[in-house]
């Protein structure tokens, strides 16, 4: 459904913008950051941020545990390279915290020892994953049991207003599909995950005009990368005919809405050997190596 490389150039080339025009992420991020209390007066060994881009989520989780190994996992080189150290004063005379460590890598193959990771933040990234419950299934393989899941991603309703106004411009898809909050919670029950918690919440921004709605998509990177994309400039013509179908939704206040769904998540990696969910069945595995034998 994806076109991967689209998405790794096209975050790249957002690298030096996004911080400027990722607001919405910002904010999303600083839930996400709230929920550590959960965790209470545990201290991870290694964590990792997932689609960290330029690495604030990192940076604040380095400062929150000085002592930890932090993880900042990107699929975009250049957005790394934006992570820069933050947090390098002396506490009370004890030596500084570990710097970050910076991996480029893919989230539906991640590099990572099986049970290595005690806390995986993910802001904003899952939205880009083509088979959510097989990355999910990645999750667990790295978390160690009872490590924590805790992530965000856009839902069905996002961006449903300019999905609209394309469809009626033209005859190829301009905005991605969303999973719902529903589809998000079971690919979560399907990867094993433990007591999951999801939210919703249903934010709305506005724009002067089209324009300016696509100008900050690009700034951070959230251009069509469907596989089924037109490869051609959409052109004036349907520009104008989707503008044209926007333009009716224009609020009182002159302003033209765009609604951005954000499911958050929390959840608990399971025990070795734990079940995981399939079609409606719990399915256990084990090392065909493990079945005892007896020998006549």
Excluded at 87 to 116: F, H, N, Q, T, Y
Excluded at 278 to 290: K, L, M, Q, V, Y
Aim: glycine letters at 6%; hydrophobic letters at 45%.
């Amino acid at each position: 459904m994806f076109d991967s490389r689209h998405i790794r150039r096209a975050f790249s080339r957002a690298a030096s913008s996004y911080d400027q025009a990722a607001d919405l992420q910002r904010e999303v991020e600083d839930w996400l950051l709230e929920s550590l209390m959960y965790l209470d007066e545990t201290v991870p060994a290694t964590v990792v941020d997932l689609g960290s881009g330029p690495g604030h989520a990192a940076a604040a989780m380095r400062e929150r545990w000085p002592k930890a190994r932090v993880l900042a996992l990107d699929v975009a080189l250049p957005m790394l390279r934006q992570a820069r150290p933050r947090g390098w004063r002396l506490r009370d005379g004890l030596s500084p915290p570990r710097p970050l460590d910076r991996i480029c890598a893919d989230a539906a193959a991640l590099p990572l020892a099986e049970g290595s990771v005690d806390v995986l933040f993910s802001n904003l990234c899952l939205q880009w994953v083509e088979d959510l419950p097989a990355v999910l299934a990645g999750f667990r393989r790295v978390l160690r049991p009872g490590g924590l899941l805790l992530c965000s991603t856009f839902g069905h309703d996002t961006l449903f207003e300019l999905r609209e106004a394309f469809a009626q411009a033209d005859d190829v898809a301009h905005v991605s599909p969303f999973a719902t909050i529903a589809q998000f919670g079971d690919a979560l029950m399907q990867a094993g995950f433990r007591d999951p918690v999801l939210d919703r919440e249903l934010l709305r921004r506005g724009y002067d005009d089209l324009p300016a709605l696509m100008h900050e998509l690009r700034a951070i990177g959230a251009t069509n990368a469907l596989a089924t994309r037109r490869r051609t400039l959409t052109g004036r013509v349907r520009f104008a005919r989707a503008a044209a179908a926007y333009e009716p939704l224009r609020e009182t206040a002159g302003r033209l809405p765009a609604s951005w769904e954000v499911i958050t998540a929390m959840a608990w990696a399971p025990e070795p050997g734990a079940p995981i969910r399939e079609h409606g069945a719990e399915i256990a595995s084990f090392p065909a190596d493990r079945i005892p034998l007896r020998r006549r």
